[in-house]
Each structure stands twice: as C-alpha cells, then as structure tokens.
C-alpha cells in the first residue's frame, strides 16, 4: 500500500469531523494532486474536499508579506547597497555578480530563526584576520574587501527596512514572519482537524508551526520511514519527536523487508547509453503490463531530460519539470543575438571604433538558426546562396549593413537587429524582430511549438523594456540588461501535457517526495550528482555555517539520502544507472548505492536481490565492423590511370587510402568556413610565392644578386602584403575577389604578416651570404631553377603511373646540383632517420624523407638519366650529382618558421645542422631498382604491383588504414553526408559518418 492512501484511509476513517474541516499539509504539490485521488476513491458520495496545502503555500497565506519577485529584490538591494560610501563607485553588473548569493543567504538565515547579527559579526571579524594577519599596510583593494564584509549585516537592516515599508519579503523573511507572529496570523484559518504528513525535515521556523498547531490544535503527524535506512537518514524525526512530546511515531514501515526487489545496478559509458538502456526497460514494462501507469523516471541529473526527449515518444508521458526554453531555437536565436551584441560591443572598445561590427561565429549562428531559415527566407536555395555569399566576403567581423536579409517574395527584406546604443535601444530593436519572426511562423500556419516559443521570448522581453524603464537610472550597461533577461527568460520552462496519475511519470527527486511507484527508473546516480557534494554558492563560510546550525552539505546530503532510500521503499523492480564515462563526470557510483549493497547484506535482506553489470558501449552494427572498404570500378580505374600523382596524394594514399578516395575521386571537399587563426598553409604558400619571385629574377640576372636583394629588401613589406593577399585569394579561388575582405594590418593576419617578413628577411640574408662566400672562395654558386615541375611515368606491370613533383629551388654550387625544399612546419628529426627503406611507406613519421626521395628520383628522370627500363648504374654518381638541402635562418633565431629537409641516401640518413645540410654522393637509381621489389608492394597506387593487375588495380579495394603509427589525431575525415549509403569509418576511437 502506498502512502498516500495509506493516509487516506486513515483521514477517512475519522467521521467525527467532516473533511471540509480539515487541513492537510503535505512537502509538494504534487503529492496534493495524488492524495485527492486517494481520498476521491474512498468516498462513496459527495462531499467537500479538505483543504490541502503544501508547507511553501500554507506559510504563504499566513503571512501579511508579499514575495517580491527576483529582479524587483535585486534592485531594492542595489538602492540599500548604495547608501555606503564604498558602494557608491561599483556599477550594477559588478553588484549582479554577488547580490543573489547575499539574498539567497540571509532567506536561509532568517528560515532557521538565526542571529544575522552574530553570524555576519563573526564573519567579518574572520575576514579581517585572514586578510591582516602578517600585513603592516592593505592594497586599496583589500580595504574595499573588509568594508564590503564589515557592512554586510548593516546592509541586512537597511534592505530589510525598504521592503517593510513595501510589505515586500523574500522567502525566509515569510518564513520568519509567520514563525514570529504565529499568534496574529493563526486566526486566518479555522480548521477542526490539522494534519503534517510526509515530512523527514523542518526549518526552525517551520518547526514553530508545527509545534504551534500541535499544542493550540492537537495537530496529527504522519511520517513516512522504513526500518531500513531509519538509524541513517531520518535523525532530524527524533528531534521532532522529542520537541513535541510524540509518545508514537506514525508511520515506521519494514517495506524493505517485506516487498520483493529486483535491483540493477547498472554502469554505462556516456549519458546517452543511460538513455538507451532506460527506453530499453520502459518499452519492455509497457510490454509486459500494459502500461507505465506504475513506473517513474528520475533524473538526478536534469540535463538528461532534453535528449531523452528527442529519443523517446513523450506524448503519453508526464514531464513535471517541463520543457527548458533555453533549449529551444527560439532562445537559441535570442542568445546569438545577445552574443553578437557583447561581442561586438568587446570589439568596438577594443579597436576605438564608432561602428560596431559583429563577430561572424555570431553572425553565422544567427543566420543558421532553424527559425531563420523556415519564416526569413524565400527557400533552402536562397538561404544557401545568402550563407555563400557571407562566407565570400571572407570577414572575421561584419558591419551591420552587410547582414540585410534578402526579400523572399512575401516579405520586404527585414533588417538585421541594431544592437548598437543603449541597452533600452537594443531590446527594442530584438523585441521588434521577434515580432516580426512571429508574425511570419503565423503567417506560414507553422509549428504552434515555434509560435508559443517565440510568444515566451517576446513576453520576457517586454517585461525586460518595462524594468529598464523603471530602472532606467540604474541599469545602463549590457551585462546588466543580459542578466535580467536571463531572469526573466531563461528559465522558463513550457509545460508539457501530461496526466499525474496515468501514463509514465518523470520528475526530479525532489519532486517524487511522498509519492510510490512500483518501478523506478532513475540517471545518473553519480558521486558528485546524487549526492551534489560540497560545493555550495555562499558568502558564509562553512564553519561559520556549522556554528550557527545553519544547513550545511552534511544536512542536505541526509535530505538527499532520505528521498532516494523511500522512493526505493515499496518498488518491485529498481533499474539505477550512473556513468562510468571520466570525460564528463565522477565516473564513480553514487556513495547511496555502495550503503544499499552494505544494508542489504548488513541486515540479510534476501527478499531483495541485487544485479550489478556494466554495459558495452552501444554501437549500431556498422561502426562494430572491424573493416569498410570501396570497391573500385571500371570508371575509379581508368579515373586513377589519367591523374597525376604529386607527392601530397601519395603521401595521402599512404596515411588513410579512404580518405584519398573522398577527396580525390569523390570530389566531396570540407564546407567553406570563415577560419580566425592563419593556417600553417596560408604562410607557407605566402612565403613560396614571395621567394619564387626572388629566385626567378636571380636565375634571369645571377651576376646582379647585390642590386637584386637590396630592392628585394627594401620593397620587402609590399612584396609581403601582396604575397599575403595572394595567398588569401588562392584559398579563395573560386569566389569574387571583390567580396574578399582582406586586413592585413590588425589581429592575427597581422601577426602571420608579420612572420612571413621576417621569414624572408632571414632568407635574403642567408642568400646574399652565399653568393658573397661563392665570390670569396671562387666557386660557382647559381640558382638554376625556382618551382620546378618535374614529371615522369612509371610503369608497372603494363599499366602506366604519372608521378610529378615541383622543386622549391635548384642550385649549382661548385659542380654540384642541389634541390631545396623549403617548409614552414615542424620538421621531426627522428623522421629525417631511416635504417630500413621500408618504414618510410609504413608510417607517417617520415613523410618529408619520402618527399626527398620522390623529388630525387624526379629530377634525376626529368633530366633524362633515369629510364625505368634499364639500369642506369652509378649515373647520378658519375655526373657528380649530390643530393642536399641546405636551410637558411637568422642564425638559428626561433623567429624564422623555414625549416630545410634534406637527406643522406647512402645511408638513408638526414641530419640536421643550423645552416649546411650536405650528404654522401649515392646512386638513386640503381639503389631504387635494387630494392624494387621491397619498395613496390608499400609505394603502390591502389594496389598497384609488379605482377600486373590480377592483385593490383582493378581488385584492391580503398581501406581504412590500421597502422598502429596511426591516432585519430594524424586521420583529418570530416563528417560527410552521401546519398548512396551511409558508412562508419573508424579509426581509433574516433568515428566519421559518411
């Protein structure tokens, strides 16, 4: 039997008094809705119902005090604040930051009837010695510190007369109240029977109620308590008990050792396999009962609730805790806005500028929101073509005359909100463009959801301009206006339908408080949830807090236990999950759950078996395949016969041969984005093109290189910029140049400028150097060639491989050709080390050896000494070839990025030095047909082999690369959207949809 009816029975039993007659208080509204059901099925004719109050509405109507509202409180308080002299320089929004703290503070002081005086005495008297002790003198801001604590329970009294003189109160000052005028307000209500059931806990000044209607009264108390968890969580009932002079308590029950229990308790990885589990069991209840009439889900972590939402059918259920509007695009659109808003306004002091210019993640928010998408455009076409355009213009910050929407054929192109000037300024203008986004969700006889969102946020920011006109002297600036519309918006919740007593019911715990179910299905039962833990948002210190018996963790831990241990208390089956995942919380049971195990063995409970198990994480069928790979067809064959192949996409094809397919035969490219930080490309290409400038003018004129490096020196920051732009339209390259917005001069392309000059610079130098030493030494010293393409083809089997490749630069120096290859990045000088060929195909370590090699056997081909039909024997070693790299810095400065490769191929070995790479004279060719057939099998193009095609191209498929030198980190596949089929790679730990 639960509870409630439990009580029911026992109200109804007593035919002395009538049931109009009689008060009941209960802990929550929801067990009133409950009991009137109980009390409705055990009458059997009409008659008035008894009057039943939660404690919070009961104390309510005794009191002569109003509750003021959140926002009407913080202004009151800021009025008293500032009276004083130190307050009277600190702005609203610093004041925010810690007033709520204070309020919520002393509504729990005067709740337990405790001395403000002594407490807030006894705190600053502590904050003075902390900040004091072994200090002869105070910062200016230390002294601020102790008079804001010294005044704290003067402003109590000053804040506390202001709302007296309005008859305003906020909830402990009620409480307080009734406690300390019970005589005055206890005549409002002349019951002949009062009754206190459901209660583990009561406040000071509830307790004065109690004792009050219990003495005046002979007030009834019914309690709700098991044997099983009583010695643990229910101390607070023998104080009531002792206080009252209760010689029986009504009710202990021995439920836990009558009732059988299947319990699980369960351990899952990430919330949402929590979630899967929960609508697994409550598919299989619905199954096997008929119904969930019995069942609740309880969320100890209320964040769970949205996607449970999105994953289960909610129509018949009851969500007690309503749908958060905060996550709902309607707010979501808000918050864009309030973000463009801050941000721009950050910009625009930042720069001293009169315009302001919004952010373009904001932008882009704004613009991508589903709202804006369905009411402000014409169709998905305009929209797309209007992002396009957007994302054309290249700008990490727009002005607001680039953000006017496009007409859409039913409506005149509406203007992007001004949230530029006063915060009053700027909430008319939000509020003018929800009405028009409203208008238009009507207009388009759209979602009542979309309709009744939009209505909440204009609502809330009506209500927002009718507080800044009546603060207006106060709330000037827009943190100030943002934390009032928080209060007023963000926390609202749409009720959802929903019956209290038929259908699945979820709730909180605290909201489950005298309520019984025959099964329980509660997330999140984690250390850190449930219980909260230690953390606690109070000006108080904690030892303050204990010795004045204010509640402290310890105190709401007990209150938590309670409400867990009797929802558990008359349930058949119990499924407890909590989250084993550390990413995202205490991956550590509840410690509720680990005294659950120890009583249930403590007190050889066998009616109660409990299951403990953990789950695999849950994965759909393809992402637990172990391999996926394409087929190439006859149309990927003869696509791969005709391409070129450059040593980015061999270098590709190696790392992840799918990722090849996607970006080179499939064509699907990243979606354009506005990138805020340079890329490591971007410089690297500025810097390429800059020095092939450079190099061709000494190549046509080698005896002018003094002229030629002075005017390049010289002429080197328009040299720069124009590399820099060019760089950025070659990104570009399929847009109009003239919507590209390019700034060069602030931020962080200033910095990348920046680099790029100094790279140079340290090039020049270097350069001049060795045409002044070659002068000195009476060597020859010339460049021969600046990004020189270099092409052969390589046959294997009877198919025909085009290989090409582009040289940075080309040098003769005393005989001796040498091939530089200039990079931005970091270079690995373990990766410039190879003892075994072989390894260089392997792993990704030694890309920029493979590079090395790929360009030397290209230049060798390319002037004519190589052929791939014979063996051309010590040819590169005849002519005297070497291959080298030689690098130019500023002496080794960290300043420049250019880092030269160069590699040993004698002994397939690179080493690095400051300046000079030089390295033994060796025969590539020969060394390359020697180790044909160890080479081959790695550096093959799709399967590529020596036997033909019966293993090579047309039957080698495009797999996921399993290398163990592999991390999800070196693998670069964005997710991807194909409408042929949706496929998993997964590499590591990452997965990619398809």
Known sequence: MTFLRQLAQTILQREDIALKDTLIVLPNKRARRMLQKELAAGISQPCFSPTIFSIDEFIHKLSDYTLCDDIELLHILFKAYQQFDHAKSEKLASFLSWAETFIHDISEIDMQLADATKIFGNLSDIKELETVFGRETLSPNQQRYLKFYSSLHELYQSFNSFLDEEKLAYEGKIYKDVAEHLLDYAPKFKFKRYIFAGFQTLSPSEMALAQYYHQEHQAEFYFDIDDF????????????????????????????????????????????NQIFYAIEQLNRIEKEEGSLNNTVLVFADEKLLIPFIHCYDCSKANLTMGYPLAATPAYALLASLISCARNGQRFQSMQQQDEMLYYHRDVFSFFRNPLIVSYLFKDSKQHEEFIKDLLALNSILYPHQALRFPANGTLEAPEFPDLSGTPADMLQSVTSFFELLQSQCIQADSSSFDQHCLGMIIDGLHEAISYLQHFHTDITDLESTVFIINHLIQRNSIPLKGSPSEGLQIMGLLETRALDFKNVIMLSVNEGTLPAGRSSNSLILHEVKRYFDLPTYQEKDTVYGYHFFRLLQRTEQIHILYNTDSDTSLAEKSRFLKQLDFEINAQHLDNIRLHELVLPTMVSSEQQSKEFSIAK????????????????????????????????????????????????????????????????????????????????????????????????????????????????????????????????????????????????????????????????????????????????????????VTLLDYKTGYVSDEGLKCEDLSDIFNSTDHKQLLQLLMYAYLYDRDQGSGDSDQDTGDRIQDTGYRIQGTGYSDQGSEDCNLKPVTCNLGTVNCQLSTVNYSCGIISFQRLYKKEQHELYPNFQLSGVSEQGTEDGIQNSKFKIQNSENLSPETCNLKPVTCNLETVNCQLSTLNYQL
Not at 237 to 265: C, G, M, T, V
């Open 633 to 816: 067809t006859q149309a990927i064959v003869e696509h791969l016969l005709e391409m070129e192949y450059n040593y980015t996409q061999l270098n590709e094809y190696l790392n992840c041969p799918l990722q090849f397919y996607l970006k080179h035969i499939a064509n699907i490219k990243p979606a354009d984005d506005i990138s805020e930080s340079v890329e490591q490309k971007l410089i690297g290409n500025a810097i390429h093109d800059l020095l092939d400038k450079i190099g061709k003018r000494l190549v046509d004129n080698p005896t002018d290189y003094p002229q030629i490096i002075g005017e390049e020196l010289n002429k080197l920051d328009t040299s720069v910029e124009e590399a820099m732009r060019n760089a950025i339209f070659k990104e570009h390259q399929n847009q109009d140049k003239s919507k590209i917005y390019v700034d060069l001069s602030r931020g962080k392309s200033y910095l990348a400028t920046e680099v790029v000059k100094r790279a140079a610079t340290s090039y020049l130098n270097k350069l001049k150097e060795d045409f002044e030493k070659a002068e000195k030494e009476q060597y020859i010293f010339k460049i021969l060639a600046t990004e020189k393409r270099m092409i052969t083809t390589v046959k294997v089997g009877e198919q025909a491989i085009k290989l090409k490749g582009f040289a940075d630069r080309i040098d003769l120096r005393e005989g001796i």
């Open 229 to 272: 968890y009583r010695s643990n969580y229910t101390p607070f009932i023998n104080i009531l008990q002792n206080k009252l002079k209760l010689k029986d308590l009504n009710w202990i029950h021995q439920d836990y050792a009558s009732i059988p229990k299947e319990i699980f308790l369960v351990g899952a990885s990430k919330s949402m």
